[in-house]
């Protein structure tokens, strides 16, 4: 076989003779020598049954890997750096955070190199973290993007939320939990998109679920982030300037609820809320709620004061009007007995007086007849008798008539009264159907209806711009509808 390749082979090397040759340079140069190495650890394999953890370790340049290599970390060592972390950092080592490790270097003609770990040094990773955080902060400042998603405005009622969280995660739990207690009451509408909250994959599945929610936004009032507690190291995807940059900027405020309580990351720096809790994100919305419900409470009750207040008034007016007209009735009734008793007794003195006066005028016409013969005193007397019958005729008719004056109005005095009486009881009967008017309930149901943008009530067509979506309510229900075209002033 050898005698068929070219002329210019005049040796060859089997792979295994390469593999022993590098090992044996790397053994002369790396056996017995530990090195402190700065890198990235991109992943962590934990093997549960031997204990040993296995490495993919990276050094970037911005964000291209210009180095990689495999590590390991034997389970006693394991043990001890995973410790000794934890008491520094108050968390455990994970993906996703650059470290400083002490290494001796491996090589293995099967497997390759490797790095053996034996010890780290956790302020080289916190000091990392905050030199990531302080790079963060100044470049969103530059960019005049620090405080712009605060700008944004939130409903009144922010009743559809866009939730970003994994289903199964207890910081979820809690805040679900917390809505649900009372959904039935304020009818909270929760969509859920699922990201991974921490290590390596954190901030490309947080950023991806952002942007799908931002090409839908106007579908949703606000935007959470919710994940459970953790130490500050299991949060320093939150300071990388990618996911805070989208926060930022975000089309809707967001409202953090990533569970710790000690510094805050610049994911929580640039939301328009930052919440210690899921529960506490959670509480904040029902306080929106809360705060509505309790001022729709007061104004109703008010209404209900004010409207009391005004039949009270109402009635108490004619009630006095009543009285005031009672008493003016007595006192025409007695005035118009009086003058009727006065006059009874004068029409009885008169009467009396003009029978007597006849009865004398009688008895000397009696006399003159008797006195005077023939037909002259006869036609004397007749003559006498007539003009007193005719006058006291005239006189009966007189007093009949100012008697009959005296009646009617009486009559009429009781006529008025009745007929003021009937008047007040309507004006009181219209009175109590214009307070029963200001009723919203009862506007709804003559089939008006009330139009609320964001929450508020609209009354000029000019500021609803297409597009946007708008809620009618009605007597019975609501209907959540798509502006198409405005036409302000009716034109």
């Known amino acids: 076989m050898a005698n068929s390749l070219p002329a210019e082979i005049t040796r060859t090397f089997s792979l295994l003779e390469i593999m ?31 204990g040993h953890c296995y490495l993919e370790l990276v050094d970037k340049n911005e964000n291209s890997i ?40 491996s090589f293995h003609a099967v497997h390759g190199m490797s790095l053996f770990v034996t010890d780290i040094e956790p302020s080289f990773t916190l000091g990392e973290m905050a030199r990531t955080k302080n790079e963060s902060i100044r470049r969103l400042k530059e960019e005049k993007l620090f405080t712009l998603n605060k700008t944004k405005s939130i409903s009144i009622l922010p009743k559809r939320i866009a939730v970003i969280s994994v289903a199964t995660s207890r910081g979820y739990h809690d805040f679900i939990s917390t809505i649900v207690h009372y959904h039935k009451h304020f ?30 936004y106007t579908q949703y009032d606000a935007m959470t982030i919710i994940r459970g507690g953790a130490g500050d190291t299991g949060l320093s995807c939150y300071d990388e300037y990618l996911l805070a940059r989208e926060v930022a900027a975000f089309p809707l405020p967001v409202i953090t609820g990533i569970g710790h309580a000690t510094n805050e990351t610049v994911t ?98 009696t006399d003159a007849i008797l006195n005077v013969p023939g037909r002259n005193i006869q036609r004397l007397h007749w003559q006498q008798l007539l003009q007193m019958t ?45 307070v029963g008017l200001l009723d919203p309930a009862n506007t709804l149901r003559r089939g ?39 036409n302000p002033n009716h034109e």
């Open 66 to 105: 210009v180095a990689q290599m495999k590590g390991i970390i034997w389970a006693d060592h394991f043990r001890n750096i995973q410790a000794k972390f934890k008491n520094t950092a108050s968390t455990e080592l994970i993906s996703g955070m650059k470290v400083l490790f002490l290494c001796s270097v």
């Open 268 to 365: 929580e720096m640039v939301a328009w809320k930052n919440c210690i809790t899921p529960t506490a994100a959670a509480d904040f919305f029902l306080s929106r709620f809360y705060e509505q419900d309790q001022l729709v409470g007061d104004i109703a009750d008010e209404l209900k004061r004010l409207a009391e207040e005004v039949l009270s008034d109402s009635k108490e007016e004619l009630q006095s009007g009543i009285e005031r007209f009672q008493s003016t009735c007595r006192t025409l009734m007695e005035r118009d007995k009086d003058q009727l008793k006065n006059v009874s007794h004068l029409l009885s003195a008169f009467s009396l007086r003009s029978i007597a006066d006849e009865k004398k005028n009688l008895s000397r016409s």
């Open 448 to 486: 008006y209806s009330i139009t609320r943008m964001n929450g508020k009530a609209m009354t000029d067509a000019s500021k609803v711009k297409a597009g946007v979506q708008i809620e009618t309510i009605l007597a019975d229900g609501s209907i959540i509808s798509t502006v198409e075209k405005t």
């Open 187 to 216: 009818a909270l509408e929760l969509t859920l998109f699922e990201a991974t909250l921490q290590g390596e994959n954190a901030v490309p599945t947080i950023v991806s679920a952002m942007r799908k929610i931002a090409a839908t």
């Open 20 to 50: 022993q040759s590098v090992t044996s340079v790397i053994n002369r140069n790396y056996e017995g020598k530990s090195f402190w190495v700065r890198c990235e650890l991109v992943k962590m394999s934990l093997h549960q049954a031997s």
């Open 390 to 434: 005719t006058q006291l005729d005239l006189l009966s008719k007189q007093l009949a008539s100012r008697n009959e004056h005296q009646l009617q109005r009486f009559s009429t005095s009781l006529a008025g009264a009745s007929q003021l009486i009937i008047q007040k009881k309507q004006e009181l009967k219209h009175f109590e159907e214009k």
